[in-house]
């Protein structure tokens, strides 16, 4: 029975003071792994940090995995790039309920079905397939160069206005 534990025993790690620092253990149909010392920080490591580590898998391809960060959190790449996603074999990537409430950087390009809405776009290219609406524009001359505006209207047309683009 060496290395076994049975009947969901638990596995718990002291220190050489004799305090509990961590535990492993099962509650139902869950694997815990837990920190219990004050003084540790809860970081769960895994894989060597001193040394090349290699990836990191959750689940088999079969079925799907869900990665809850149940009081919020961060995801970081510590400075470094961190990629979601892959390029082959093509993945997709479905972001629900997003709200960014910092700069959104996109390099590339983006197809988008649905609506986009913005309070400012900034940007050399608009490229439009189908339609677009640009409400609530100003009907003074702006000061940035590059943003649009409503100026007058004709005769024949009082319900509409002249598209203006500010360049000074």
Do not use: C, R
Request: hydrophobic share 35%; net charge negative.
């Amino acid at each position: 029975m060496k290395n076994q534990i049975l009947d969901n025993g638990l596995i718990e790690f002291f220190n050489t003071l004799g305090t509990s620092t961590a535990k492993i253990e099962i509650s139902g149909s869950d694997l815990i792994i837990k920190p219990t010392s004050a003084s540790n920080d809860g970081n769960i490591i895994l894989g060597n940090s001193n040394s090349t580590t290699s990836d990191v898998e959750f689940g088999t391809p079969a079925v799907p995995v869900t990665l809850k960060l149940v009081g919020g959190g961060t995801l970081t790449a510590n400075g470094n790039t961190l990629n979601i996603g892959s390029t082959s074999p093509t993945d997709t990537v479905n972001l629900y309920n997003v709200t960014f409430s910092q700069s959104l950087f996109l390099t590339g390009s983006a197809s988008i079905t649905g609506s986009v809405t913005a309070d400012n776009f900034i940007g050399s290219i608009l490229d439009i397939n189908s339609s677009a609406s640009f409400t609530g524009l100003p009907t003074s001359e702006p000061t940035i160069t590059g943003s649009l505006w409503i100026s007058g209207s004709s005769a024949a047309h009082p319900n509409s206005g002249y598209l203006m683009v500010f360049n000074p």
